[in-house]
């Protein structure tokens, strides 16, 4: 086997990288910068996904948002593609905050926005499953984004309808979907899954299927 072969990465080679869903105000991106304060960045890399493409995307995000659904996938696969092969550089896991679907100016929910590309890719999806009283809340006070009005109910069936979608994509797809109840302590208990995650997984470079972790110490109360 030639030199250039042997260093090559296996196109098989499936690093661990962890999907952060949940409709709009679920605090994605909060999240993930609390997390990046407190995991070690000898073990994680950190991403938010909108940036990525802003990143990968000629013209940027503003330029990406007047494409049509086609060319977007373009952009969306070139995203996920860098984080992936940076893992694998690496030798890392990634935390990817990203969108499934978006609330539309119409006040309707938008097609799915997640690409097959990004179901290869992801071994594990946490989703921030946030009452819709808080969400109606953060949307309310929220004042340094222009976000369209939609009800409780509405928002309430928006995150249903994410929930049972993503359920059978990450059961086709392999990957392990938890659906998590946040409360005051969740960035920790959060931070704690994820570093069980990547203990369970620091010998499995390749993941061909999902790992049981049924020893985690996260309350099943939180796992819906």
């Not at 995307?57 to 503003?62: D, R």
Request: hydrophobic share 40%; aromatic share 8%.
């Amino acid at each position: 086997m030639a030199l250039a072969q042997a260093i090559q990465p296996s196109a098989q080679e499936k690093p661990v990288v962890i999907g952060l869903y949940g409709v709009s105000s679920s605090r994605k991106t909060t999240l993930l910068n609390q997390l990046k304060r407190t995991l070690k960045d000898e073990d994680f890399m950190f991403y938010e996904g909108s940036q990525v493409i802003d990143e990968v995307t000629p013209g940027g995000l503003a330029q990406f948002k007047g494409w049509s659904r086609e060319r977007q996938i373009t952009s969306r696969k070139a995203a996920i593609d860098s984080i992936r092969t940076a893992c694998i550089q690496n030798k890392k896991a990634a935390i990817v905050s990203g969108h499934f679907s978006f609330f539309e100016d119409d006040g309707k929910v938008g097609s799915p926005v997640i690409t097959r590309d990004d179901l290869v890719t992801y071994t594990h999806i946490l989703y921030l499953n946030v009452p819709t009283e808080i969400l109606i809340e953060r949307r309310a006070h929220d004042s340094t984004r222009d976000r369209p009005s939609i009800s409780t109910k509405g928002l309430h069936k928006w995150q249903e309808m994410e929930i049972s979608q993503l359920r059978p994509l990450c059961l086709e797809y392999g990957i392990l979907f938890m659906c998590v109840a946040l409360g005051p302590d969740s960035q920790s208990r959060v931070a704690n899954l994820l570093h069980e995650i990547r203990l369970a997984t620091a010998s499995i470079w390749s993941v061909p299927k999902p790992v049981s972790y049924t020893h985690l110490t996260l309350p099943t109360s939180d796992l819906v």
